[in-house]
């Protein structure tokens, strides 16, 4: 289980989050609603690492126990967590093969490299026939596809997805979202951050409502889409 608590961010005097608290746990998928500029991204570079989360006796984010904060990015990868960016960050001047052996790095993930490159190939089953391709010259739906597959052949017990819809056809985000869907069928935690709330609500489990940095409510799927 991912358990957050009381996590704030700032940007020189700009506070972007202020005392966020939330839960995931394994096989549940749990999306976090708000307007741009909420501070929904911070709150994603916070857990993976990527921004400093604001210090204090009362802040922690632990997976299974194991505190995450004020670990480096590739020891929090390690511990289980694993995060897409918005932009997707992918590798594009290499093959999604390249890619995605990239994403089985971590000790806990290299025993397994076969068995998780099956498993992302049973949910983007393109990516099989596209395994020489240089990433660059794919669609913006199919390097989605790459930066979530390359994710989870890191073998996450937690993923974090930051707006994975963002410049997708409507199409693209209709086999996105079932792909997600499925993930959590693996047991696996995911936090998604979309704008998208009526597609992200109709196959999340709960849902929390972000706004200038706070938590304004909270409740299951069904609860908020009414």
């Known amino acids: 289980m991912l358990e957050v608590r009381n996590i704030s961010v700032s940007y020189g005097k700009h506070e972007a989050l202020h005392q966020v608290s939330l839960q995931v746990q394994p096989g549940e998928l749990v999306v976090m609603l708000g307007a741009n500029g909420a501070g929904k991204s911070s709150l994603l570079k916070a857990l993976g690492g990527m921004v400093t989360p604001q210090a204090g006796a009362s802040a922690s984010a632990q997976l299974a126990g194991q505190e995450l904060m004020q670990l480096p990015q590739h020891a929090i990868v390690q511990a289980g967590l694993a995060l897409v960016p918005e932009g997707r960050g992918v590798f594009g001047d290499l093959s999604v093969k390249e890619n995605l052996l990239l994403g089985a790095q971590p000790r806990r993930a290299r025993a397994n490299?076969?068995?998780?490159?099956?498993?992302?190939?049973?949910l983007f089953p393109k990516l099989r026939d596209r395994l020489a391709q240089t990433v660059r010259t794919m669609s913006g739906g199919e390097q989605q596809m790459v930066a979530v597959g390359?994710?989870?052949?890191?073998?996450p017990d937690i993923l974090l997805l930051?707006?994975?819809?963002?410049?997708?056809s409507p199409l693209m985000c209709k086999e996105l979202f079932a792909a997600?869907?499925?993930?959590?069928?693996?047991?696996?935690?995911?936090?998604?951050?979309?704008?998208?709330a009526r597609q992200s609500l109709a196959i999340a489990d709960r849902g929390y409502l972000l706004e200038t940095g706070r938590i304004v409510g909270e409740g299951s799927?069904?609860?908020?889409?009414?």
């Open 180 to 196: 997600l869907a499925r993930i959590k069928t693996l047991g696996m935690g995911v936090l998604l951050v979309e704008q998208n």
């Open 221 to 226: 799927a069904t609860e908020l889409s009414n």
């Open 113 to 122: 490299e076969a068995s998780n490159l099956e498993q992302v190939f049973a």
């Open 150 to 155: 390359r994710a989870l052949m890191s073998q």
């Open 162 to 168: 930051d707006e994975p819809s963002l410049g997708l």
